[in-house]
């Protein structure tokens, strides 16, 4: 199972960027879809996931500029990112947990990261 994500890239203060992550590979279900980031020199960190429960959660730095959405028919989660800040610079990882691979077993999966750099 792999989990590819793109859309990174260079952006100035107040721009937006679309993040998408597809996941390909032997995949049952995921009942958790979501991204994470990592500034340098900082922990990972939760930016938005969809929950188990089929609800969503956003940090309290995002809520309101950044938005979560799922295509759960392509296996793919996106976060569109909007009145962008110096400090939402860091790798954007995509994250899943559910069921897949060659047993189906139960699992977390984490995509290669994509670097987001916000110019003031």
């Known amino acids: 199972v792999q989990l590819q994500a793109f859309g990174g890239g260079l952006v100035q203060a107040g721009g937006s960027l679309r993040l998408s992550c597809a996941a390909s590979?032997?995949?049952?279900?995921?009942?958790?879809m979501g991204w994470y980031r990592q500034a340098p020199g900082k922990q990972r960190v939760l930016v938005a996931t969809f929950t188990a429960g089929g609800g969503t959660k956003y940090a309290d730095s995002v809520q309101g500029r950044f938005t979560i959405a799922r295509d759960n028919n392509k296996n793919s989660v996106y976060l569109q990112m909007n009145g962008l800040r110096p400090d939402d610079t860091a790798v954007y990882y995509c994250n899943a947990i559910g069921y897949a691979g060659g047993s189906s077993a139960f699992g977390a999966y984490w995509g290669q990261g994509t670097q987001v750099t916000v110019s003031s």
């Open positions: 590979g032997n995949i049952l279900r995921f009942d958790v």
